[in-house]
T-cell receptor, first 111, second 115 residues
Framework: SQQGEEDPQALSIQEGENATMNCSYKTSINNLQWYRQNSGRGLVHLILIRSNEREKHSGRLRVTLDTSKKSSSLLITASRAADTASYFC???????????FGGGTRLMVKP | KAGVTQTPRYLIKTRGQQVTLSCSPISGHRSVSWYQQTPGQGLQFLFE???????NKGNFPGRFSGRQFSNSRSEMNVSTLELGDSALYLC??????????????FGPGTRLLVL
C-alpha cells in the first residue's frame, strides 16, 4: 500500500510559471524526500527534509513539511520545459532504507 | 563515481519462467534496495540488503527473492513469472549507515515484460 497521496495527479503549466505539488502521508515519519522521474527511467533525488524541519530550499525548489497535518509541498519556481516529468514524494519510516512512495504528480511544462 | 548500473535493461520472458536481475551500486555504498513500478500499483518496495543481510522486506510473495554479495552487488530473482510481474524494476543504493530513509541513488531500471 502507498503511504502518500499526491495532489494533483497531473499538472500542466506554461514555461515560467510556478508549479506546486502536494503530498499527504499517514504515519509518523523520520523524513520525507522528493524524487523526479523522466519517462519511465530511474528516479533522481531532489531534496530531503527531516521531520524536525519545516522548509528547505534547493535552487528553484522549495519544500515545506507540516508534520501536524502530515503533508508536504514541492514548489518549482520559474518552470522550464525540462522540468516536465513525474514527481514523487517518499517517506522513510523504518530503520534502514525502506521508502514508501506516493502515486506521483505528472507535470507538463509547455514552452 | 559511476552511478548505479542495472542489467539487463530490457527482458522478455514467458509465464512460468524465472528471471534474475542484477544491480551494481555506487562504489562504497553498502545498502541496495529494490522497487517494482507498475502503472496500477505505482512504486512499491521489494526489499533492502545491507552488508549481505536483508534488512527490510516489502509485501511481496515468496517468488520474489534477492541477495547481496560481499562487493555489495545485488541480484533479485523472480520465479514462476506471472503476467502481473511485468514492470520496471528499479534498484537504488545508499551508503546505508545513516538513519531511516537516506537519499537513494537509483539505477535506470530493468523493464521486464512477461508474455
Amino acid at each position: 500500500s502507498q503511504q502518500g497521496e499526491e495532489d494533483p495527479q497531473a499538472l500542466s503549466i506554461q514555461e515560467g510559471e510556478n508549479a506546486t505539488m502536494n503530498c499527504s502521508y499517514k504515519t509518523s515519519i523520520n523524513n520525507l524526500q522528493w524524487y523526479r522521474q523522466n519517462s519511465g527511467r530511474g528516479l533522481v533525488h531532489l531534496i530531503l527534509i527531516r521531520s524536525n524541519e519545516r522548509e528547505k530550499h534547493s535552487g528553484r525548489l522549495r519544500v515545506t513539511l507540516d508534520t501536524s497535518k502530515k503533508s508536504s509541498s514541492l514548489l518549482i519556481t520559474a518552470s522550464r520545459a525540462a522540468d516536465t516529468a513525474s514527481y514523487f514524494c517518499a517517506t522513510g519510516i523504518n530503520a534502514g532504507n525502506m521508502l514508501t512512495f506516493g502515486g506521483g504528480t505528472r507535470l507538463m511544462v509547455k514552452p | 563515481k559511476a552511478g548505479v548500473t542495472q542489467t539487463p535493461r530490457y527482458l522478455i520472458k514467458t509465464r512460468g519462467q524465472q528471471v534474475t536481475l542484477s544491480c551494481s551500486p555506487i562504489s562504497g555504498h553498502r545498502s541496495v534496495s529494490w522497487y517494482q513500478q507498475t502503472p496500477g500499483q505505482g512504486l512499491q518496495f521489494l526489499f533492502e540488503y545491507f552488508s549481505e543481510t536483508q534488512r527490510n522486506k516489502g509485501n511481496f510473495p515468496g517468488r520474489f527473492s534477492g541477495r547481496q554479495f560481499s562487493n555489495s552487488r545485488s541480484e533479485m530473482n523472480v520465479s514462476t513469472l506471472e503476467l502481473g510481474d511485468s514492470a520496471l524494476y528499479l534498484c537504488a543504493s545508499s551508503s546505508g549507515g545513516g538513519t531511516a530513509g537516506e537519499t537513494q541513488y537509483f539505477g535506470p531500471g530493468t523493464r521486464l515484460l512477461v508474455l
